[in-house]
């Protein structure tokens, strides 16, 4: 099996995530006392938390990348970065460091065409839902999104922050989903896609009003195709 490098600590609550699915996916692919080839760096997240300015994302540029470095150093076959809005430093990252990195929204983008998704919403954190570095990655592959409803982003960003990245999944977070869900499918959203780590922790993704694309998941899955050389499994 080849060996993956996880950039995580964004928060650790998505580390853990990354950590356990594709250790289970490795186990379940090739046997029962298999698990994955794994460097993992869990950064501070206080050091790359709510980036808004210039400044601070030259600075998670420059975090995100020195610690691709160190795991392209350590043995890393292939990079991943576990949050979807440092995706915003990915062009910056590539170009500074030789080992590839498996971008998230391009594993969404191409199972979401794969299954004929020509219409669906995007969930985030602020940056996720508003600027063009995530959503042209998943219009690239056909998929039409609805554009973002600032009420929806003030509340998401409010319950990633303050909520989900510290841990804490409560009843209004639920509700808060469940009723933003019903009012996308009402606009002609076919999908949700929850491109958050944390997100999951609120919402139902098996059993939803509408179909909802993990990112984390996706990308995790991708990333332990690719560890077991199986881009089919």
Same mark, same amino acid.
């Given at each position: 099996?080849?060996?993956?490098?996880?950039?995580?600590?964004?928060?650790?609550?998505? =580390?853990q995530t990354?950590?356990?699915?594709?250790?289970?996916?490795?186990?379940?692919?090739?046997?029962?006392?298999?698990?994955?080839?794994?460097?993992?760096?869990?950064?501070?997240?206080?050091?790359?938390?709510?980036?808004?300015?210039?400044?601070?994302?030259? *600075?998670?540029?420059?975090?995100?990348?020195?610690?691709?470095?160190?795991?392209?150093?350590?043995?890393?076959?292939?990079?991943?970065?576990?949050? *979807?809005?440092?995706?915003?430093?990915?062009?910056?990252?590539?170009?500074?460091? #030789?080992?590839?990195?498996?971008?998230?929204? #391009?594993?969404?983008?191409?199972?979401?065409?794969?299954?004929?998704?020509?219409?669906?919403?995007?969930?985030? =954190?602020?940056?996720?839902?508003?600027?063009?570095?995530?959503?042209?990655?998943l219009v690239?592959?056909?998929?039409?999104?609805?554009?973002?409803?600032?009420?929806?982003?003030?509340?998401?960003?409010?319950?990633?922050? #303050?909520?989900?990245?510290?841990?804490?999944?409560?009843?209004?977070?639920?509700?808060?989903?469940?009723?933003?869900?019903? *009012?996308?499918?009402?606009?002609?959203?076919?999908?949700?896609?929850?491109?958050? =780590?944390?997100?999951?922790?609120?919402?139902?993704?098996?059993?939803?009003?509408?179909?909802?694309?993990?990112?984390?998941?996706?990308?995790?899955?991708?990333?332990?195709?690719?560890?077991?050389?199986?881009e089919q499994?």
């Open positions: 099996m080849h060996t993956l490098g996880l950039i995580g600590g964004m928060s650790w609550v998505s =580390t990354y950590f356990e699915r594709i250790n289970r996916f490795v186990q379940r692919h090739v046997g029962k006392t298999a698990s994955a080839p794994m460097l993992i760096e869990n950064l501070d997240f206080r050091r790359l938390y709510r980036a808004q300015t210039k400044e601070d994302w030259e *600075n998670a540029t420059n975090i995100i990348a020195d610690s691709a470095q160190r795991l392209s150093e350590a043995g890393a076959e292939m990079i991943v970065i576990g949050a *979807n809005s440092m995706h915003k430093v990915y062009r910056d990252v590539e170009a500074r460091v #030789e080992t590839p990195i498996l971008h998230i929204a #391009e594993c969404v983008g191409k199972q979401m065409a794969k299954d004929g998704v020509e219409r669906a919403a995007l969930i985030g =954190t602020r940056n996720v839902m508003t600027e063009s570095f995530y959503r042209r990655r690239s592959h056909g998929v039409d999104l609805l554009p973002p409803e600032m009420d929806n982003v003030e509340t998401l960003d409010r319950i990633i922050y #303050e909520e989900l990245m510290i841990g804490k999944a409560s009843k209004d977070a639920r509700r808060a989903l469940r009723s933003m869900f019903t *009012n996308l499918q009402k606009e002609g959203a076919q999908a949700v896609i929850l491109a958050c =780590t944390e997100l999951e922790m609120v919402v139902d993704v098996d059993a939803n009003i509408l179909p909802i694309y993990d990112c984390t998941a996706i990308h995790a899955d991708a990333a332990a195709q690719w560890i077991i050389g199986d499994a």
